[in-house]
């Protein structure tokens, strides 16, 4: 196993690890939303809570939805996540597989790239920056994923030579 392999390695466990965190995490926010749109009691409590705050606006039911499809929107990308580390991991081991990790790392790039530059136009066309977070999330998504693609493409290389 040359130095590609293993920090394609290195990376995929990161992934793995990161994905199933991120998996649990858009399983508490399914959950969340299940328990709170099963309770009307407590669905009411957060709208009053959120009119207190001067969210008058706030329909019971969008917010249901909203926190719902983000939730599932995060499931995805934690799957996503979880299963380009575990094809790396195989990639990184046999580099007759890395195939599927380097397609994967290619999808996860430009989605990564779409994030990234939908806020930056978000921004320049005058929407207000949510969260300084946000940004920083898309840089290092780029990122990240910008590595896992050279790796992948690297370690890919190998096996056809």
Known sequence: MNGYQRILKLFSIFAIVLGSIVLIGGIIIALSVFSVASNPESLEAITESLASEGFEDVDADDLVQTV????????????????????GVMGASNPRKSMPVY??????LVAAI?????GILGVVLG??????????????SVCLM???FWLA?????????
């Open 68 to 87: 719902g499809q983000s939730g599932g929107v995060v499931l995805l990308i934690g799957g996503f996540v979880l299963a380009t580390g575990i094809l």
């Open 114 to 118: 779409v994030t990234l530059v939908s």
């Open 146 to 148: 910008g590595i896992f």
């Open 103 to 108: 397609i994967f790392s290619i999808i996860g």
């Open 153 to 161: 493409r690297r370690v890919k290389k190998m096996a056809y030579v």
């Open 127 to 140: 929407a207000p920056l949510t969260s300084p977070n946000g940004a920083i999330t898309s840089v290092l």
